[in-house]
């Protein structure tokens, strides 16, 4: 089974629709984070989680929102999506460890999900 | 400007050759550098992370790093097929948040 599972892995779906995009991961981190990714414009960071009780907003959270469920779990939600939110989607973690890769913020690499490719008609 | 530029490409090389990526940030402050791999269709893998100036080897990849010229790259020796991906370079700001560059688009040639 994979580390790190995104569901759905494709939805096509209309403008106006509230859309959940659902996020789990057996590797125990305690950070998670969602991305968009476009074409030419590389991973853009829409929310990132340090624990259950930690939300914080990334570089483009407008129109997005999310909840952290558990430490394994970790949603986005597109309250009324629009045809620009259109996109493959990326959840990802990251675990916070002492040493050669402690850091601030979002501590050493991150592993990704497979993602969800998201198309908004 | 922005935080992470890469050369979008596609950059082709022939097999057997040496491939070199390249990648700028405007944070002075920065502290770490990674590399990822995405084939099409697929999520970022980490193939590389760098710390320190200089040069630190993995099997057929190098990744180099000069923080006074505030640029990283990335060698691969011996390209295979099997390298051609995008390669997406990710710098660690002072802020703490991974900032991604907009990738390159490698291709290597049989």
């Known amino acids: 089974d994979a580390d790190v599972t995104q569901t759905p892995r494709n939805r096509i779906t209309k403008t106006g629709k509230r859309i959940m995009l659902e996020c789990s991961q057996t590797k125990g981190h305690d950070r998670m984070y969602w991305y968009r990714q476009d074409p030419g414009l590389g991973l853009r960071l829409i929310y990132y989680?340090?624990?259950?009780?930690?939300?914080n907003k990334g570089e483009i959270s407008d129109g997005y929102s999310v909840s952290r469920q558990a430490q394994a779990k970790f949603s986005l939600s597109l309250e009324s999506a629009i045809p620009n939110q259109t996109a493959l989607y990326f959840c990802?973690?990251?675990?916070?460890?002492?040493?050669?890769?402690?850091?601030?913020?979002?501590?050493?690499?991150?592993?990704f999900g497979d993602g969800t490719r998201l198309s908004i008609l | 400007q922005k935080e992470v530029e890469q050369n979008s490409g596609p950059l082709s090389v022939p097999e057997g050759a040496i491939a070199s990526l390249n990648c700028t940030y405007s944070d002075r402050g920065s502290q770490s550098f990674f590399w990822y791999r995405q084939y099409s269709g697929k999520s970022p893998e980490l193939i590389m992370s760098i710390y320190s100036n200089g040069d630190k080897e993995d099997g057929r990849f190098t990744a180099q790093l000069n923080k006074a010229s505030q640029y990283v790259s990335l060698l691969i020796r011996d390209s295979q097929p099997s390298d051609s991906a995008t390669y997406l370079c990710?710098?660690?700001?002072?802020?703490?948040?991974?900032?991604f560059g907009q990738g390159t688009e490698l291709s290597v040639k049989p």
């Open positions: 990802a973690t990251s675990d916070l460890r002492i040493g050669a890769y402690s850091n601030i913020g979002f501590g050493q690499p991150q592993h």
């Open positions: 989680s340090f624990d259950v009780k930690d939300i």
């Open positions: 990710a710098v660690k700001d002072q802020g703490g948040k991974l900032i």
